[in-house]
């Protein structure tokens, strides 16, 4: 498959340009919005063309897949123009600034029989994979709570837009919330419906929240509960659920690398749960490369992005007011 990058970002270059080319995709070419950084990301990685014009770079009837990488705020309009050009679509998260046009995107795409994917990198982790798997044997029982624990510390070179920048989509609802929504919707099966929330600025927010604490009410009484920060330097992520016959303790797995520890407890003793180390961006990109083939779906398509996207908008909007919130998935 012959990929178009749109954006010259850090997460292609560190993780996504290696998954595609593993997936068997050449850099066919890359779009930035200054011409000389094109140029030189082109350079850098190895991407056979670069340009400044997006329907330049859509206008290219070599060129099959777009994957989205820009700040948040540009992702709607990039994926409409890429899914007019008839392009398949691998997004970022969070898909778009607002559910609608979440939505409008995720529909689009289907109506053009195209295939859209979110990049959300979790639920292709070989140890959220073995959770779940735990979740659907039965072994926990009935599930009673979870808990996920992802405040951690921004590194210096991602703390530009995101901390200061509300207009790209900054903050970390935004940047986190949306991952452990999906993530939980995984493990769970079931979509929230209401929240509670409250976000502060706790050392590198400026205009935008850098850490938020919330509850989630589920269709089945499970209550979850959810803490990301971008200002935890020490303080190790994980998610922990709850059942009547067995509690899974995960530690270090919400992360972008395969690595982690889990743990199963039940009654007469604790169980350590192996689990596959593979890469998970480049799991992400097989299954997209097989969808376009006909063959399955994405790890996470455009339905799995407007409700992640949907219940971090319920966060943001429950902290902000004060008040519980039902999350709104648009329909
Ligand atoms: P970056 O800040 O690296 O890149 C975003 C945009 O910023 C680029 O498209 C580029 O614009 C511009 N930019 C980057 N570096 C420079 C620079 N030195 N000077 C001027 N402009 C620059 O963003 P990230 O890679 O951190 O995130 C991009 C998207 O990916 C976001 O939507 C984010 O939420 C998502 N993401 C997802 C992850 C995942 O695991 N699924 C992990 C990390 C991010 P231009 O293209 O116009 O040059």
Known sequence: MRWGLIGASNIAADHMIGALRAGGGTMHSVLSS?????????ARHGVESACSDLDQMLDDPDLDAVYISTTNEKHFAQAMAAIKAGKHVLCEKPLAMSVSDAVTMVRAAEQAGLVFATNHHLRNAGSHLAIRDLVQSGRLGEVLSLRVFHAVYLPPHLQGWRVDNPAAGGGVIPDITVHDADTVRFHLGEDPVSVVAMATQSGLGKGVEDSVMSVWQMPSGTQVQAHESFTHRFAGSGVEIHGTKGSVIARNVMTQQPVGQIELRIEGGVEAIEFSDHNLYERA?????????????????????????????????AARSGRRTDVDYGG
């Open 285 to 317: 990109v097989g299954l997209f490369a097989d969808a376009v083939a006909g063959k399955g779906r994405p790890a996470a398509d455009g339905r799995d992005g407007i409700c992640s996207l949907a219940i971090a908008m319920a966060v943001a909007e």
């Open 34 to 42: 200054s011409a000389d950084r094109a140029r030189d990301y082109a």
